[in-house]
């Protein structure tokens, strides 16, 4: 848009306030996270004083064999919820933004429902449920457990694309003489590409990040990285944490840069 | 030959199409002309073979459409919108149309690569579509249909969204263009402008019908009906008195009894149910009485409308009824003596070969 970086002379935003309140905002969200990561290198066993520059922690998590476990759980988990609720959330984004049929306006309502209800709640229905039809507790059912709400954010964020696509694409496609099916794999699908990799990273990262739902869900030797930095943590919190953390840190920072490069490109 | 059979089509109670009839001749210009929710967009999009007719066939050379889909029509159409596909470039986008219908890819290389230099498009190959001018848009889309070398090109208000000056260009590149392709070309537009300077016939659409269709000079100078006549242009209407058949034509008693002559040949009906009609610019103001071969009425200059080029004088008659003539601007305005001012009584001519009789 041509207008809307411009800059006037009304000073809005420029003020000594606003300054100081985005400074006290920012300093409130990545002070903790920077006292993190120089905390991981501390040499001493204690989170609590500073006894010298040592790579240690990293030594000791590189040969945890547990820690490594979760990891690989994690991202099983991650990767297997992400392909399984990005295909189908598509398919329902799909459905509900393209066809008006009985129900569909329940039908989007209920996409809601995963992203409203506390995640208590459904964590106790999805092992209840479990329980109840005998299913073994373990990587599969995490993974079901998760798809139940990743499918809702996949949805949502397609659907939000498929608003902003314009159908007669779709007719101008079919007059050069594109069957159903050429429409959407050449003009709808690369269309609402950036949705579905928006959805699927989205899915990804709360499949990562989940802890209550998973604690609820998940058996014997499914132990994924948040749960397993919590049982860490019952033992006394050692710097071997911070080292772990501030991996993590260096993970997402280096994700969402390669997203941006994508995007650029895009 | 395209083929329209009692065309119509329901939109629930409304018929946006009813019972339409018309013919189209291989490689024609034709237009169909109408106001905003004639009908005219329904029926391109039934010849396209994106609505179904409720009722009625089409047939292209002969064979129905109704059972083909619009993706194996030989028609393809220019939108109104564009529609081009963003996340494809320039040649892609006039390549899809190929690609679906599996050609070479040697091929489909050379007929771009012609098509791009025939819409005046080479170097604009990689561009992607986001980044071209509305114009440049315009004839991608142009060149993204052409290139299939359809039986019929539709075009769906193509230049509704281009400014002035582009447009007038358009007009003359699209003429010459149908020329050169030999292409029927189906042209849907409100712009009166845009019909008569392009098309070979058109057709003037009113509620879902056709109501006069022809050349383009006969549908300016012959309306059949008031709609048309100020639909394309202006017109002036007087009212008859009595309407008598002479040698040359008819005679015609205006209401205060002011006589004119009208040299043409006209079908005689019942002069209550006829008006006069005359264009703006078939009348002209002047100091001195009529010409022998002209028709002359009193009046005075009530006031000008300035556009320019030209101005529109709106002229009371001593009947009290007003009629608009155009007056080219010849002089400078100003203080010239021999402009014609607000108030001045002059007579209005008009060449007895001029306008037109229509039905009330």
């Known amino acids: 848009m041509a207008g809307t970086d411009h800059q006037n002379d009304l000073a809005f935003g420029r003020g000594s306030w606003v300054r100081g309140i985005t400074w006290t905002g920012l300093i409130f969200l990545y002070f903790p996270i920077i006292v993190l990561i120089i905390y991981s290198f501390n040499d001493s066993r204690f989170t609590s004083h500073w006894g010298g520059f040592s790579l240690r922690w990293y030594e000791i998590m590189w040969k945890d064999t547990a820690l490594w476990s979760a990891i690989r759980n994690t991202l099983i988990i991650a990767v297997a919820n992400t392909v399984l609720s990005t295909f189908l959330g598509t398919l329902a984004a799909l459905a509900l933004s393209r066809y008006r049929y009985r129900f569909s306006g329940l039908y989007h ?120 930095i919590y049982s860490m943590i019952k033992f006394g919190i050692t710097p071997e944490i911070n080292a772990i953390s501030t991996m993590l840190v260096l993970f997402s920072i280096i994700a969402v840069s390669g997203i941006h490069l994508f995007e650029r490109k895009t | 030959m395209l083929e329209l059979r009692g065309l119509t089509k329901l939109y629930g109670d409304f018929s946006a199409v009813k019972d339409l009839n018309l013919t189209i001749q291989e490689n024609e210009f034709f237009c169909l002309l109408g106001p905003s929710g004639c009908g005219k967009t329904t029926t391109l999009r039934m010849i396209a073979g994106f609505e179904k007719p409720d009722e009625g066939n089409i047939f292209l050379n002969g064979s129905d459409l109704k059972d083909v889909p619009a993706h194996k029509r030989n028609i393809n159409t220019v939108f109104q919108s564009y529609a081009l596909f963003p996340h494809l470039n320039v040649f892609e986008n006039i390549a899809f149309g190929l690609r679906m219908s599996h050609v070479p890819e040697k091929e489909i290389q050379d007929r771009v690569e012609n098509m791009l230099k025939t819409v005046a498009l080479d170097g604009f190959a990689q561009r992607l579509p986001g980044k071209l001018s509305g114009g440049q848009q315009q004839r991608v889309t142009l060149a993204r249909a052409l290139v299939n070398e359809p039986k019929i090109l539709l075009l769906d208000e193509p230049l509704a969204a281009l400014d002035e000056k582009l447009r007038l260009q358009m007009q003359v590149e699209l003429a010459n263009l149908q020329r050169k392709v030999g292409i029927t070309f189906i042209f849907i537009t409100h712009n009166q402008e845009e019909a008569l300077t392009m098309a070979d016939r058109i057709a003037v659409m009113e509620n879902g019908n056709i109501i006069q269709i022809g050349l383009p000079d006969d549908i300016y100078l012959k309306p059949k009906s008031r709609f048309v006549a100020s639909f394309i242009g202006q017109m002036n209407f007087m009212k008859l008195d009595t309407l008598e058949t002479s040698d040359e034509g008819v005679q015609i008693t205006l209401p205060d009894g002011h006589v004119i002559r009208l040299d043409q040949s006209v079908p005689l009906a019942n002069p209550d149910e006829l008006r006069f009609g005359i264009r703006p610019e078939q009348l002209r103001m002047s100091r001195t009485a009529p010409l022998p071969s002209e028709n002359g009425l009193k009046g005075h200059i009530l006031n000008e409308v300035y556009y320019g080029d030209s101005s529109i004088f709106v002229v009371q008659l001593e009947n009290e009824s007003t009629v608009s003539v155009m007056h080219q601007n010849y002089l400078p305005s100003g203080n010239n003596p021999e402009s014609f001012i607000e108030g001045e009584d002059i007579f209005v001519c008009w060449s007895t070969r001029a306008g037109c009789l229509l039905p009330e």
């Open chain 1, 109 to 228: 309502k209920t996409l809601h429902m995963p992203i409203i209800i506390p995640d208590i709640v459904q964590a106790v229905s999805l092992l209840m449920l479990f329980v109840f039809f005998n299913f073994t507790l373990g990587l599969f059912s995490i993974i079901l457990a998760h798809a139940s709400f990743s499918i809702s954010f996949v949805a949502l964020v397609v659907m939000a694309r498929l608003a902003g696509f314009d159908h007669r694409l779709e007719e101008a496609a079919m007059d050069l003489g594109a069957n159903r099916w050429q429409v959407f794999l050449k003009v709808i699908l690369p269309n609402i590409f950036p949705g579905i990799l928006a959805g699927a990273l989205l899915a990804f990262t709360l499949s990562i990040d989940d802890f209550v739902i998973t604690f609820f869900t998940s058996g014997v030797g499914s132990t994924t990285l948040p749960l397993k």
